[in-house]
Nanobody, 125 residues
Framework: QVQLVESGGGLVQAGGSLRLSCVSS????????MGWFRQAPGKEREFVAV????????YYADSVKGRFTISRDNAKSTVNLQMNSLKPEDTAVYYC??????????????????WGQGTQVTVSS
């Protein structure tokens, strides 16, 4: 059974940094793409970043490109999201997600079969 547990959220001032981590239990972590999504109050959940199973390829939402970096350590079944130059509009609950067995668009929720419980990130102005 796969479980995802996020950590690293918190309160930070605009311009600051946070590093989110997500640890996965279960098998096959190293053969699955991993993504980060976020959901701000009153808004739908949106794609933030994805890293391919090998770690060789990453994609980012335009809103975070150049500020956020996704990485993974397959030996530790961990995916990280380094967030720099944070803005108040980055305030949201951040979720990590693990690819399921279906194929499709990596920026769509149905590409992922497992989700963490979320971690709150609040950026003050």
């Amino acid at each position: 059974q796969v479980q995802l547990v996020e950590s690293g959220g918190g309160l930070v001032q605009a311009g600051g940094s946070l590093r989110l981590s997500c640890v996965s239990s279960g098998r096959s972590f190293s053969t699955r793409d991993m993504g980060w999504f976020r959901q701000a109050p009153g808004k739908e959940r949106e794609f933030v970043a994805v890293i391919r199973w090998s770690g060789s390829t990453t994609y980012y939402a335009d809103s975070v490109k150049g500020r956020f970096t996704i990485s993974r350590d397959n030996a530790k079944s961990t995916v990280n999201l380094q967030m720099n130059s944070l803005k108040p509009e980055d305030t949201a609950v951040y979720y990590c997600a693990r690819q399921g067995t279906s194929y499709g668009a990596y920026d769509q929720e149905n590409y992922y079969a497992y989700w963490g419980q979320g971690t709150q990130v609040t950026v003050s102005s």
